[in-house]
């Protein structure tokens, strides 16, 4: 088949699932799917950005995805005036106490290769930043605890947190990069996974920051509330002449917003990934993948090139994130997982096709579709193929409370029937 007809082919298919959601569930569920579906393929697409166009084995989605979670926190939560008061100037001071001890470290290292004048910069900045921190953060998280016990943000448009997030991940990526990138790949992979680790316990012990594990409820949205939508009497009287009733329509209207606004930022993204990818930079970048040792022999700078692309696809990942968390209206540091933020993405890329911008979000949207609606449909299936079982048999009483696990069932045999029959996946890189 044609790679084009393919193309339009795959994507309908998944029109139709969502469509048949929509039909035989209901419609508000059928729209959230295409709203988390639009952020989990701009996700493949920041992973596919670094992997499938530059070879960069990237396990650290996760952390770059909850840089983008707390911008959210950082940009638009209306600051606590009690605990800036309390103590915010001085937590920041530590911060810039931190930083520059770091950057000090790296300085003096580099000139004098002296490790003992390391250990002693290091140890005294440390117990600089603990003078300055530690009753700071004690006096900011005192305040009010129960409700709020962090600074809180800048208060500005929830919107402008989406690119915040993306510089926010690519600020790390940077750092990490850095660090990282001159690595094997298999030890690059490592240092990701360990550094994403390492951001989410931040998140989750630094409450004077974001809460912490108390979470942060109720964050600004880009959207009217369903409740306001419903006593206002000119969308009332709309949503008459569309034959909804208010509560259907707000939960529409608001879901389509979404959707609308998700779908923007995912075909700019498209489009500039596309400009990249066709771009002498995309063929520079896809020779030093094929090829590290020839593109070194005619002169690039492969780490460089390297780490551009590691910050620019980590950068969408925070973006991506940004969006998560406004769609959910909720921080929640304990929810990121390995598993949702890292093992599903990257099987979204395999699957959509490594390598191709339309494949990582064919990738994004059926993934999602299938993860979603396994957890949904895969007991009632599961009740059906062992109605056939005696009750009280070993078996079906083994398979009923086994269902739970559908979910990674499901992604093992979709993942290993796309490796078997269309191996560089469903849209191959051309």
């Not at 709020?148 to 997030?165: D, E, H, I, N, S």
């Not at 993306?166 to 940077?174: F, P, R």
């Not at 419903?230 to 709309?238: E, G, L």
């Not at 959910?328 to 993405?345: C, M």
Request: charged residues 10%; aromatic residues 8%.
């Amino acid at each position: 088949m044609n790679q084009t007809v393919k193309t339009y082919a795959l994507f309908a298919l998944v029109g139709v699932l969502i469509l048949m959601t929509g039909l035989f569930q209901s419609w508000d569920y059928a729209l959230k799917l295409v709203a988390m579906g639009l952020v989990s393929a701009i996700m493949a697409l920041g992973v596919n950005l670094q992997w499938g166009i530059a070879g960069l084995f990237n396990v650290g989605v996760m952390g770059f995805v909850a840089l983008g979670g707390m911008a959210v926190v950082l940009t638009s939560v209306q600051p606590v005036p009690e605990a800036w008061s309390a103590g915010g100037v001085r937590a920041l001071l530590a911060l810039v106490i931190g930083a520059v001890v770091v950057a000090a470290s790296v300085v003096v290292y580099k000139r004098t290769r002296s490790a003992l004048m390391l250990v002693a910069l290091l140890v005294a900045g440390f117990v600089l930043y603990r003078w300055v921190r530690d009753d700071a953060v004690n006096a900011i998280e005192a305040v009010n605890p129960a409700a709020t016990g962090y600074l809180g943000g800048l208060g500005l448009p929830v919107v402008l947190a989406w690119p915040v997030g993306g510089l926010l991940a690519a600020g790390a990526a940077w750092i990490i990069g850095k660090t990282a990138l001159g690595l094997r790949s298999d030890y690059l992979a490592i240092a990701t996974l360990g550094i994403s680790e390492i951001i989410i316990a931040v998140m989750k012990n630094e409450e004077w920051l974001t809460r912490g594990v108390k979470n942060v409820n109720g964050l600004p949205r880009p959207m009217p509330y369903e409740i306001d939508l419903q006593s206002d009497p000119a969308f009332i009287d709309r949503a008459a002449n569309w034959g909804l009733d208010p509560t259907s329509a707000s939960t529409l209207y608001v879901k389509l917003g979404y959707v609308g606004m998700f779908a923007v930022v995912l075909v700019i993204l498209l489009v500039l990934a596309q400009l990249a990818l066709n771009s002498p930079w995309g063929r520079m970048m896809r020779a030093i993948r094929d090829n590290e040792t020839s593109a070194r022999a005619m002169g690039k700078d492969v780490t460089f090139r390297h780490l551009q692309v590691f910050i620019l696809g980590s950068a969408i990942c925070g973006i991506a994130g940004a969006m998560m968390t406004t769609l959910d209206g909720l921080l929640q540091p304990t929810a990121y997982q390995p598993l949702r933020y890292t093992f599903l993405i990257w099987v979204m890329v395999i699957v959509g096709g490594s390598g191709n911008n339309f494949g990582a979000i064919l990738g994004g949207m059926l993934i999602w579709f299938l993860w979603i609606q396994v957890e949904t449909v895969g007991p009632e299936l599961m009740v059906w193929a062992t109605s056939a079982l005696p009750d009280g048999s070993a078996l079906k009483m083994h398979l009923l409370e086994s269902v739970q696990h559908m979910r990674l069932l499901t992604m093992g045999v979709i993942l290993l029937l796309v490796l078997r029959f269309s191996p560089r996946g469903l849209l191959p890189e051309r």
